[in-house]
């Protein structure tokens, strides 16, 4: 059974920073790419960022690019979203994904490409 558990999520204030966790289990998580997403309440869910199998690649939005990093720990199936800099329109519950096939070379930006997803963590940055 898949199952992707995000964590880190919470309340900061503007400027400040978090870290989020995304555990996996039952299936390679190393020829996998993983995702970051991210929705806010009356928006669309959006690609925050994307890591390619072994983080050769990444794919970032604009708004959090220079600000939030991804990254992976394959011997731990584990996928970080660090966030800086964080700002109230950074507000949104976030979910980590795994692309719906195993997959090289630049990571998908499109939600539907990804699946299955985890249940998300709320991030709410206060100003």
């Known amino acids: 059974q898949v199952e992707l558990v995000e964590s880190g999520g919470g309340l900061v204030q503007v400027g400040g920073s978090l870290r989020l966790s995304c555990a996996t289990s039952g299936y390679a998580f190393s020829i996998y790419a993983m995702g970051w997403f991210r929705q806010a309440p009356g928006k669309e869910r959006e690609l925050v960022a994307a890591a390619s199998r072994s983080t050769l690649y990444t794919r970032y939005a604009d708004s959090v690019k220079g600000r939030f990093t991804i990254s992976r720990d394959n011997t731990k199936s584990t996928v970080y979203l660090q966030m800086n800099s964080l700002k109230p329109e950074d507000t949104a519950v976030y979910y980590c994904?795994?692309?719906?096939?195993?997959?090289?070379?630049?990571?998908?930006?499109?939600?539907?490409?990804?699946?299955?997803w985890g249940q998300g963590t709320q991030v709410t940055v206060s100003s």
């Open positions: 994904a795994r692309s719906a096939g195993p997959r090289t070379g630049v990571p998908d930006m499109r939600a539907s490409e990804y699946d299955p």
